[in-house]
Every structure is written in structure tokens, then in C-alpha cells.
């Protein structure tokens, strides 16, 4: 079954440290992966993807994330986190089998907070 | 702007009183997707649909109906709420529906049944 652990609930950092948010995954086919943020009171934003391709893929806002097939991760990081960083992290994950295209798995969300 | 708009954002109701969430997006994507987002939970899918027409069940689709009869708009139905309906809701949609096409966030409706 599908499926993705995001095993913190909250991270904390100091602005200016390398931040990294947690998240594996369980698919039966290929994964297509997914993380979003969202900030209070306001709907999901797109950070970035993975695909195929490069393991180490690029988003918005400076972040990045790195896919591990072997231990079934995809976690996000940044080099040096800001205090507007601050917010809830989605992982989520899709399966490329045809019959479940239409299906996201979201994990249960990251609190994350950067303090001054 | 290109957006998915919920309304409305925020429901007060009372146990048995149908309702219903409009969403409509101004993107001519072809995937719309509801889901709920509970405390300790993340989000869970309700229902989604690929096209016109096209609809299928999600993680929890107990309790709620859609219907997809124009491409932008995508409401959801509760025909009878209970209480352990209350939660926050997002609408969703997508170019295409390929599984490796990022969706796009309405605002959400905070629904509170009591």
C-alpha cells in the first residue's frame, strides 16, 4: 500500500543553520514525489518534485530535496534557514501505476520553526 | 490571476443540514482533487476527478458526494454532516492529472458541524 512518514513532527533551527525535513515513502510502482508548504491560514504551495532523473532536485524558496531509492527518501533541506521559513511541511507522494494516477498520499506534516 | 477559489471559507452548521463547498478553478485543469486536513492526520483525499464525468473515491469518501459536470468547477456535497466532519478543507487541481504534475491549493473552508 501506498504510504509516507514524515517521522517529526516539529523541527527546530537557528536561522542560519542547514535545516532538513524528513520523509519516506511506500509505493508499489515508481514514485513521482512531492513537498508543499503551508503557511498559517493559507492553502498549500508547491515547493518542488521528483521525478526521474537527477537525485538531487532544486525548488523554491532556496530548497532542495534529495531522493534515496534505496531508502525510500525524499528529504527536503536548505542550507541556511530563514525565520520566514517557519511553517507546515507536506511530503506526498503519487504512483505511477495507471490505476491509482489520480491518488496523492500526503504525510501527516512537519511543524517547522527557525528562531531568530 | 490563475487560482482555485473555495467558498465558503468558513461553515457553522448543525448535525443533518446539507451543504455543499463550491470550487472553481480558472486554469483549465483537467484534475480537481477535495481533501481534509486534521490535526495529527496531514491531509487525506475524499475524492478527485481525471475529467468531466470523471470522479473516484479517495482515502475517505464516506459521508460526502461530488460531481464534476464542467471542467472548472468541482463542489462537494454533504448531504447529511456529522460532527466528525468538521475539519478543514482543500480543493486542488491540476494540469492533465499525470501523476507528475504538482497540484495547485484554493485557500480552504473551515467547516465546524455541531
Known amino acids: 500500500a501506498q504510504s509516507v512518514a514524515q517521522p517529526e513532527d516539529q523541527v527546530n533551527v537557528a536561522e542560519g543553520n542547514p535545516l532538513t525535513v524528513k520523509c519516506t515513502y511506500s509505493?508499489?510502482?515508481?514514485?513521482?514525489l512531492f513537498w508543499y508548504v503551508q503557511y498559517p491560514n493559507r492553502g498549500l504551495q508547491f515547493l518542488l518534485k521528483y521525478i526521474t532523473g537527477d537525485n538531487l532536485v532544486k525548488g523554491s524558496y532556496g530548497f532542495e530535496a534529495e531522493f534515496n531509492k534505496s531508502q525510500t527518501s525524499f528529504h527536503l533541506k536548505k542550507p541556511s534557514a530563514l525565520v520566514s521559513d517557519s511553517a507546515l511541511y507536506f511530503c506526498a507522494v503519487r504512483d505511477d501505476r495507471g490505476s491509482t494516477l489520480g491518488r496523492l498520499y500526503f504525510g501527516r506534516g512537519t511543524q517547522l520553526t527557525v528562531w531568530p | 490571476e490563475a487560482q482555485v477559489t473555495q467558498n465558503p471559507r468558513y461553515l457553522i452548521t448543525v448535525t443533518g443540514k446539507k451543504l455543499t463547498v463550491t470550487c472553481s478553478q480558472n486554469m483549465n485543469h483537467e484534475y480537481m482533487s477535495w481533501y481534509r486536513q486534521d490535526p495529527g492526520l496531514g491531509l487525506r483525499q475524499i475524492y478527485y476527478s481525471m475529467n468531466v464525468e470523471v470522479t473516484d473515491k479517495g482515502d475517505v469518501p464516506e459521508g460526502y458526494k461530488v460531481s464534476r459536470k464542467e471542467k472548472r468547477n468541482f463542489p462537494l456535497i454533504l448531504e447529511s454532516p456529522s460532527p466528525n466532519q468538521t475539519s478543514l478543507y482543500f480543493c486542488?487541481?491540476?494540469?492533465?492529472?499525470?501523476?507528475?504534475?504538482?497540484?495547485?491549493f484554493g485557500p480552504g473552508t473551515r467547516l465546524t458541524v455541531l
Open positions: 509505493v508499489s510502482g515508481n514514485p513521482y
Open positions: 486542488a487541481s491540476s494540469f492533465q492529472g499525470a501523476s507528475y504534475n504538482e497540484q495547485f
